[in-house]
């Protein structure tokens, strides 16, 4: 079956400090991955997905960015967090055919920027 | 733009049946998708509608209307562990999920 790791579960961060948030899945192979950020009381935002290695789409200009290095891994990065970032960070995984596609979540991280 | 739009937050009581209605506009549809999340949890898949009519799983079943551009979800015979919020999204003509911000159940004994 598969599994979707992230870590940390918990995060405070002070504002200016980097970021990484890692996400590994386990038990299938090459999946879309996606990172999502919720705000208190909010729906999820798409921050970044991506269909293979190296490939990686954005869809809202900020100071984060992500990396795919491994075909199951999946970084979330920032040189200088600020306010703005905190939220709870989750992390999804599809496969890549059939016709549901639906999404499954890691535990998320929450995020605190101080 | 692309627009989804459920109620913020809804009260039922235990045992009864509850209906949580959800409306979109997108930019193309390629299937309705209803996940559960529990406060401080990651969401977790419900259901998925393509086609119009009811998708029925035990007690909860969702439907759709792609020509109203409307859904619903019906939970029967609450629990309290049904407390919690519920997540509508669209997948759009780029295969992407455009999520509402969610209904809050909120069940009283």
């Known amino acids: 079956s598969q599994t979707i790791h992230q870590w940390p579960a918990t995060l405070v961060q002070p504002v200016g400090s980097p970021l990484s948030l890692e996400c590994t899945v386990e038990g299938t192979s090459n999946p879309n991955l996606y990172w999502y950020r919720q705000a208190a009381g909010r729906g999820l935002q798409l921050l970044f997905y991506?269909?293979?290695?190296?490939?990686i789409s954005s869809e809202v200009p900020q100071n984060l960015s992500a990396s795919r290095p491994q075909d199951r891994q999946f970084i979330l990065s920032s040189k200088k967090l600020l306010l703005s970032d905190s939220g709870f960070y989750l992390c999804?995984?599809?496969?890549?055919?059939?016709?549901?596609?639906?999404?499954?979540f890691g535990p998320g991280t929450r995020l605190t920027v101080t | 733009g692309q627009n989804i739009d459920q109620p913020t937050e809804m009260t039922a009581t235990e045992g009864a049946i509850v209906q949580i209605n959800c409306t979109y506009q997108?930019?193309?549809?390629?299937?309705l998708f209803w996940y559960q999340q529990h406060a401080g949890e990651a969401p977790t898949f419900l259901s998925y509608n393509v086609l119009d009519g009811l998708e029925e799983k035990g007690r909860f079943s969702s439907f759709l209307s792609r020509s109203k551009g409307y859904s619903y979800l019906l939970l029967k015979e609450l629990q309290m562990k049904d407390s919690a919020s519920y997540l509508c999204?669209?997948?759009?003509?780029?295969?992407?999920?455009?999520w509402g911000a969610g209904t809050k159940l909120i069940i009283k004994p």
């Open positions: 991506s269909v293979g290695i190296g490939q």
């Open positions: 999804a995984w599809s496969t890549g055919t059939g016709d549901h596609y639906e999404q499954y």
């Open positions: 997108t930019s193309g549809f390629n299937g």
């Open positions: 999204a669209v997948r759009d003509e780029d295969y992407q999920l455009i």
